[in-house]
């Protein structure tokens, strides 16, 4: 298994354009979470999904965050517009049972300028 | 309530040494508790995990002590190594959530 997989693994992009986060969960997990990661609040869960279907929104920082999994294999997470505020790493994870853990893929550091 | 608190910031132990790295929490209804190891430049990956109803885990050379009554628990690093060099996280659940609240993680430093 190739583990859950993020792209790109480095965005850097203006103030104000759209950015698109993309994560491919380990298949077989039905739950599919995203954070973000600054050194100021550390590890923030922003949205997780089970079997697609988003759970617990109450993270995402405002309406600039969107998250969507259109299906089993796929999620994306949107910033638009960013702002130089969220820049920080965002992670995905996924797992299949609480006594497994997640499996965080390797991030995606952003940049807004 | 939903806090997670990790102490200390940083450590720095030599070769052999024994690393401690201490979490507290208030919510009773936590019921899982991992430990993440983040090297840098990867995302978090799990080290090893307990439940309130054991007293200790251990795995090889990490051992989580739990404390249900003080709502405190440890990670021990016995015969620390250079490449155990990273950022642990702690972090608590509740049951059925999956919702992990995360500590603010110990950036440790083993001296070779």
């Known amino acids: 298994d190739a583990g859950v997989i993020q792209s790109p693994r480095h965005e850097v992009t203006e103030m104000g354009q759209e950015v698109t986060l993309r994560c491919k969960p380990i298949s077989g997990h039905d739950y599919l979470f995203w954070y973000r990661q600054t050194m100021m609040r550390g590890l923030e869960l922003l949205i997780y999904?089970?079997?697609?279907?988003?759970?617990?929104d109450s993270g995402m920082p405002e309406d600039r965050f969107s998250a969507k999994m259109p299906n089993a294999s796929f999620s994306t997470l949107k910033i638009q517009p960013s702002e130089p505020r969220d820049s920080a790493v965002y992670f995905c994870a996924s797992s299949w049972a609480q006594l497994n853990g997640y499996t965080f893929g390797s991030g995606t550091r952003l940049t807004v300028v | 309530q939903q806090q997670v608190k990790q102490s200390p910031q940083s450590l720095i132990v030599q070769k052999g040494g024994i690393s401690i790295i201490n979490c507290a929490y208030e919510n009773t209804a936590f019921d899982y508790f991992p430990w993440y190891q983040q090297f840098p430049g990867k995302g978090p990956a799990l080290l090893i995990a307990?439940?309130?109803?054991?007293s200790e885990k251990k795995e090889g050379r990490f051992t989580i002590s739990f404390n249900k009554s003080a709502k405190q628990f440890s990670l021990h690093i016995m015969d620390s190594q250079p490449g155990d060099s990273a950022t642990y996280f702690c972090?608590?659940?509740?049951?059925?959530?999956?919702?992990?609240?995360f500590g603010t993680g110990t950036r440790l430093k083993v001296l070779a």
């Open positions: 972090a608590a659940s509740m049951g059925g959530t999956y919702k992990y609240i």
């Open positions: 999904f089970n079997n697609n279907v988003p759970i617990d």
């Open positions: 307990i439940r309130p109803d054991v």
